[in-house]
């Protein structure tokens, strides 16, 4: 009896996780807005302080659209982004922050030109 009773609350459990849908679209936003918009803008064209300051590309941009790759892009956002000659940090790494679903999320966010 114990037994069934565990294995019915280990079921419902199960089926409750499978069925929470992993990242809803306003989730994505409300993320991207909390972690993102400071630097890259709503509208992802980084045309923000720190964006100015930092010369953040405009996610936007046909030709920077045209490198876009979403492996890279996670990686990017998981790790963070380095100057390769100074070290110097352009983008923060999230991995710490951020599961790697809501990361995806957000890369498929911004790939979709934040809609
Ligand atoms: C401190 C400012 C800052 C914050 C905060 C920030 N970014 Fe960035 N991001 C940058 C800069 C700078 C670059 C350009 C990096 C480079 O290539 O030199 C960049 C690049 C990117 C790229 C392109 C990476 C690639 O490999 O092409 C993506 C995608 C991205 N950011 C998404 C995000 C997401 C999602 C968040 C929020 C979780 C975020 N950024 C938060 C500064 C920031």
Redesign the pocket.
């Known amino acids: 009896m114990r037994t069934r009773v565990m294995t019915a609350v280990v079921t419902a459990a199960a089926v409750a996780f499978v069925c929470t849908p992993v990242a809803r679209a306003e989730d994505v936003k409300e ?2 807005t ?7 803008g709503a509208d992802l064209k ?1 045309q ?1 302080k ?2 100015q300051l ?4 405009d ?1 936007t941009a046909a030709d ?1 659209r045209a ?3 979403r492996s ?6 998981t790790e963070g ?3 390769e000659d100074t070290g110097k ?4 790494a ?1 991995g710490a ?2 599961s790697g679903a ?2 995806a999320a ?2 498929d ?3 979709s030109g934040a809609k």
């Not at 909390?34 to 890259?40: E, R, S």
């Not at 930092?54 to 590309?57: L, M, S």
């Not at 940090?89 to 923060?92: C, T």
């Open positions: 993320t991207f909390k972690n993102c918009t400071m630097c890259h980084g923000t720190v964006g930092r010369k953040i590309p996610l920077v490198k876009f790759d890279r892009m996670i990686k990017s956002v982004v380095k100057d940090e352009h983008m923060r999230f922050k951020l809501e990361i957000l890369v966010y911004v790939i």
